[in-house]
T-cell receptor, first 111, second 116 residues
Framework: EDQVTQSPEALRLQEGESSSLNCSYTVSGLRGLFWYRQDPGKGPEFLFTLYSAGEEKEKERLKATLTKKESFLHITAPKPEDSATYLCAVQANQAGTALIFGKGTTLSVSS | GAVVSQHPSWVICKSGTSVKIECRSLDFQATTMFWYRQFPKQSLMLMATSNEGSKATYEQGVEKDKFLINHASLTLSTLTVTSAHPEDSSFYIC????????????FGAGTRLSVL
């Protein structure tokens, strides 16, 4: 069964304190791995798509990496405005375009 | 670009009534739209996939007669929760995929449904 597990469930950081969020996945055939940001009461906002092991993508203070079993979202020198829930989702070959989401990591950055 | 609008953002209704939620792609044509449901501190669960002009494909366990989906145009899909009950209270989110890039889903802001 295709599955996505994110850890930790919650993460508290001081402003400027870098860290990483983990997304482990098992899928019959990976078509793509997606990272989204979700603010409370809002829909997910697209961040990155990764397609093959070794691929990396960056956007401001965020960098996403991908291996054959997991993905990391690295946050460098976070700011309070980075506080949100970060969702990881996979798209399996056999599932077409449907996304399978993890439960997310809720990040809180204090100044 | 790639903006998806969802309306209403919040709705309260009495048990037994029906509620319609609209999902529009504002700046692209969406060949496929998806409807998700999210409970507090839980992941998004796919309810159904709809392609313009054809019947929606529902996930296992989702009642198609209760959650009616219409995708009449390339920019509009609607979800109607029929005879709503308190257990249907949840956060409903739609997403849309542009035809030019089937992989990325762009999400609406979601609809908070509360059934009294």
């Amino acid at each position: 069964e295709d599955q996505v597990t994110q850890s930790p469930e919650a993460l508290r950081l001081q402003e400027g304190e870098s860290s990483s969020l983990n997304c482990s996945y098992t899928v019959s055939g990976l078509r793509g791995l997606f990272w989204y940001r979700q603010d409370p009461g809002k829909g997910p906002e697209f961040l990155f798509t990764l397609y093959s092991a070794g691929e990396e993508k960056e956007k401001e203070r965020l960098k996403a990496t991908l291996t054959k079993k997991e993905s990391f979202l690295h946050i460098t020198a976070p700011k309070p405005e980075d506080s949100a829930t970060y969702l990881c989702a996979v798209q399996a070959n056999q599932a077409g375009t449907a996304l399978i989401f993890g439960k997310g990591t809720t990040l809180s950055v204090s100044s | 670009g790639a903006v998806v609008s969802q309306h209403p953002s919040w709705v309260i209704c009495k048990s037994g009534t029906s509620v319609k939620i609209e999902c529009r792609s504002l700046d692209f044509q969406a060949t496929t739209m998806f409807w998700y449901r999210q409970f507090p501190k839980q992941s998004l669960m796919l309810m159904a996939t709809s392609n313009e002009g054809s019947k929606a494909t529902y996930e296992q366990g989702v009642e198609k007669d209760k959650f009616l989906i219409n995708h009449a145009s390339l920019t509009l899909s609607t979800l109607t929760v029929t005879s709503a009950h308190p257990e249907d209270s949840s956060f409903y989110i739609c997403s849309a995929t542009p035809g030019r890039n089937q992989n990325i889903q762009y999400f609406g802001a979601g609809t908070r449904l509360s059934v009294l």
